[in-house]
């Protein structure tokens, strides 16, 4: 008979847990809206789902504002220098690609490495905002040291961030499920995956 009633606790567990995802997700799209505040909304998404990660969730959309709030300036700076750096890295490979000798062909490889630690980096940048007081200098050298430091975690979140993004694009009922609970899924399980890394650095401000 507890078999029977810890199955039901687990699966009402699950069921709210899902539902928030779903409030964090629908939360995300509104306030990612004016585009220039999507850093600071996808920062907002980390600093819940880290705590859902520990279970210590509490109120979402009391921590999604709070969170939001705070990271504002950060977020809209952060994500303006990663959005300049990454048309420079695809310009550039671009402009390689498109010569046709393998000097070119060479600067273009480098720069799809760049690419792949720039992805390290994004992956990095927005939870660690989440978790740690820290400058936008700060917060963006954190994501390429922490990155190449945990390179498998780095490697496993970027192969399922390409495997979501593929996804989304070859299958409509994916497409649908994106703006429903795409991003929030996401940085849950990327929270799952960092939460202990974060710990080793530093206490949760």
């Known amino acids: 008979m507890s078999g029977i009633f810890d199955i039901e606790v687990r699966f009402f567990r699950f069921v709210i847990k899902l539902m928030n995802l779903v409030l ?36 979402i959309l009391k921590s999604f504002l709070k969170a939001f709030k705070e990271n504002l300036r950060q977020g809209i700076a952060v994500e303006a220098i990663f959005l300049i750096c ?32 720039y992805v390290f980096m994004l992956i990095f940048a927005f939870p660690l905002m989440a978790k740690f007081n820290n400058s936008t200098v700060g917060t963006v050298r954190n994501s390429v040291i922490m990155s190449l430091r945990h390179l498998p975690t780095s490697i496993a979140l970027t192969v399922l961030l390409v495997i979501m993004l593929y996804g989304v694009y070859v299958s409509v009922p994916l497409m649908i499920m994106f703006p429903v609970i795409g991003v929030s899924g996401y940085a849950y399980i990327t929270s799952i995956l960092l939460r202990d890394i974060f710990e080793k650095y530093h206490t949760e401000r």
């Open 86 to 117: 990454g048309i420079i890295i695809i310009a550039d490979i671009r402009f390689f690609l498109l010569s046709s000798s393998m000097f070119a062909y060479a600067f273009a490889a480098i720069f799809a490495i760049g690419m792949v630690v």
């Open 24 to 59: 964090l997700n629908v939360l995300w799209v509104i306030f990612s809206i004016p585009i220039i505040t999507m850093g600071a909304a996808t920062s907002a998404v980390y600093y819940v789902t880290l705590k859902m990660a520990a279970d210590e969730e509490g109120y």
